[in-house]
């Protein structure tokens, strides 16, 4: 009897290992956004090129992983697609964001952001383009950290201190030479946006790209923000200002918004 449950054991532990795996690809193909190899993939994971392959094969056949031509490089398969959308069309937040979020980008004729904290990073959840040809790049989907945007900023600014310090892995990572890094610097920051109610990014995330962001709440676990995002020569200190008064009425709208969900 003993053996028997011995044995069970051993399969409960080798089926929870195999769905680690292949959660372990799933985040390493988004988080890298290229195709890779088996061995690179292998050595990135540290773990055997035979029991990865065999998971890789398990993952094609049901769509979550594809390969090039060549059959040798592995991306994100059409499932994964699949299940992100599913993933938006279900979260309230970005289902009732997109009257508000186009009519920003009327206002403000600039890229709009909603964004949500996932752990140190900031998650693109909407976005709506710039109607100028000189446009910053982003993508739903698309992740930065935390510290080095208007959005993430923006999110953390309704921790304190202590909270911050938990949230972020330190030391920060500088992404141009005006992220900010410095720890106090960064509370600092944080302190001043709390005030004013909103956050900006001069540079720091891409350079000569200035945004300014607005919290809508600490929900989903992290928290939510919606920005607006131009090129330096666009928007100087005035028009940055101008910008802030419209993101902050278009949260204002979504804040309320959801609260009339929630009564329902």
């Known amino acids: 009897m003993e053996s028997v449950s011995g044995a069970a054991r051993v399969r409960r ?16 193909l988004g988080a890298e956004g290229a195709r890779l190899s088996l061995a690179d993939m292998a050595s990135t994971l540290s773990v055997p090129k035979s029991s990865l392959h065999a998971v890789l094969r398990t993952m094609e056949s049901r769509r979550w992983v594809e390969t090039d031509p060549s059959g040798t490089l592995y991306s994100l398969g059409l499932k994964a697609l699949l299940t992100g959308t599913a993933y938006l069309e279900s979260d309230d937040l970005a289902g009732i964001a997109g009257p508000v979020l186009d009519l920003l980008a009327e206002e403000t004729g600039e890229a709009v952001h909603l964004g949500r904290l996932d752990h140190t990073d900031v998650v693109y959840l909407a976005k709506r383009e710039s109607r100028h040809a000189l446009r910053m790049y982003s993508a739903v989907g698309h992740r930065l950290p935390a510290h ?22 330190w030391p920060l990572e500088a992404l141009t ?36 962001a607005v919290p809508l709440g600490t929900g989903h676990g992290g928290g939510d923000a919606i920005s607006c995002s131009a090129p330096r020569s666009r928007m ?3 028009r940055l200002s101008e910008i802030a008064a419209h993101v902050t009425e278009a949260a204002h709208s ?11």
């Open 13 to 28: 532990h080798e089926d929870v290992k195999s769905a680690a795996r292949v959660l372990e690809v799933l985040e390493l």
């Open 236 to 238: 100087d200190d005035v």
């Open 254 to 264: 979504l804040r309320t918004l959801l609260k009339r969900l929630g009564e329902h």
């Open 177 to 212: 030479p005006s992220t900010v890094t410095d720890p106090d610097e960064l509370l600092a920051q944080l302190a001043d946006a709390r005030k004013r109610g909103w956050a900006a990014d001069e540079g720091e995330s891409s350079v000569d790209i200035r945004c300014v």
């Open 148 to 169: 080095a945007t208007a959005l993430g900023k923006a999110i953390l600014s309704q921790y304190d201190a202590a909270e911050v310090q938990r949230r972020l892995n």
